[in-house]
């Protein structure tokens, strides 16, 4: 073995001292308990920090249990690959981001370090796939080599990405899980907080994108796996349904319109399910396409393929609606698994997209 990477929800965050000791709970990514610490905060209009489950507010609230002692802030990645290292206080790009990190200047905001007790330390940021040491204490006893490398981590949704093999600009990876994501590589930054647009850093490029609240659980609304399984057979997704629908399951957008008061529209319903089933399909291909009209209105490169994960991915007849709308060749990505994407930054390290 060579090296390892950690991916991890990078708002999941605790406190421990520099020799790893954890002096705190830990708050996991979707705990929004420290909302009331978000006053305290005065980050720029465009900060994906500004969130009830981002990290910087857990820190605040975190920063309460340990009554003055030093702490180092740790998210998930970072604790793991410190346990693997028995080297802690480091970080990556893509986990510091939601917790303040610049990644222009590639650096702590003053407004970060001025909202933190003086008790408390920000990790070292590396650039993802960086080495942070070695095998430690503990993967030594099981045999591993003292020379395996640990590098810097990533975050989940960003390992899933690389995990797709996707290293071109005008290549797009959406995933049809219960919601519909989308990302794309870029050669600049894109940020719109408004719709729900921000930017990882990876090496020399960005991966930026939204997420819809449209997806895979409105079609489980009304049918099982089964069913849609079993319509999709009837389907010809050569022609249009003539339907005009937005399938939402409850009032509420957040990518490509930010509405939050936006109403489902999934009526006039046809008296054959397949039909039904078919405009829900067509009326999340076109959010699909939209998103990415979206990302290429604001620099992003056209789209000239799309690949698909997540379980929409695996249905051909919705492939194939995709691609008459989007007027874009649609495939299946071989890998999806945020693993293999970690174990491909492990491999090529910071310069998996050294050439943008």
């Not at 009554?67 to 604790?79: K, S, T």
């Not at 005009?244 to 957040?254: F, I, K, Q, S, V």
């Not at 008296?271 to 067509?282: R, Y």
């Not at 997209?353 to 943008?356: I, K, L």
């Given at each position: ?7 991890g ?31 305290m ?102 045999g591993?080599?003292?020379?395996t ?11 899933a ?22 990302k ?8 719109d ?16 994108g ?6 895979g ?26 339907l ?11 990518f ?34 939209s ?15 799309v690949?698909?994960?997540?379980g929409?991915?695996?249905n051909?007849?919705?492939s ?11 495939s ?20 998996l997209?050294?050439?943008?």
């Open positions: 073995m060579k090296a390892i990477a950690i991916d929800t990078s708002g999941t965050i605790l406190l421990c001292n520099p020799q790893g000791k954890v002096l705190t709970d830990v708050l996991m990514y979707n705990d929004a308990s420290a909302s009331g610490k978000l006053g905060l005065y980050p720029p209009p465009d900060s994906p920090a500004l969130s009830a489950t981002a990290g910087l507010p857990k820190i605040l609230q975190l920063a309460g249990q340990i009554r003055g002692q030093p702490a180092v802030v740790q998210h998930q990645a970072d604790y793991i690959s410190g346990w693997l290292c028995d080297r802690y206080g480091f970080s990556d790009e893509n986990n510091a981001l939601k917790t303040g990190y610049n990644l222009q200047t590639r650096e702590w905001p003053d407004w970060v370090i001025n909202s933190l007790p003086e008790n408390i330390t920000l990790p070292d940021v590396k650039i993802p796939g960086s080495p942070i040491g070695h095998a430690g204490k503990l993967l030594r006893s099981l591993i080599s003292a020379n490398q640990i590098v810097a981590g990533t975050t989940d949704s960003t390992a990405f690389l995990a797709t093999g996707v290293t071109r600009l005008d290549q797009g990876v959406t995933t049809l899980g219960s919601t519909l994501v989308i794309q590589l870029s050669d600049r930054e894109i940020v907080s408004e719709r729900g647009i921000y930017s990882h850093r990876l090496g020399n490029a960005w991966l930026t939204g997420a819809s609240n449209s997806g659980n409105v079609l489980n609304q009304y049918f099982s796996n089964e069913q849609i399984r079993s319509l999709s057979q009837q389907i010809d997704p050569r022609h249009d349904s003539g005009d629908y937005y399938p939402l399951t409850t009032a509420g957008e957040r490509p319109t930010n509405d939050p008061e936006l109403q489902p529209r999934l009526k006039p319903r046809p008296t054959n399910d397949h039909e039904f089933l078919k405009g829900m399909m067509e009326g999340i291909a076109h959010i699909e396409a998103g990415y009209e979206t990302l290429k209105s604001l620099g992003a490169a056209p789209i000239k393929e690949i698909s994960a997540g929409g991915a695996i051909p007849v919705w194939r609606i995709r691609e008459r709308i989007m007027a874009t060749p649609v299946q990505a071989r890998h999806t698994e945020a693993a293999y994407g970690a174990a491909r930054l492990a491999r090529y390290g910071a310069g997209f050294e050439q943008f």
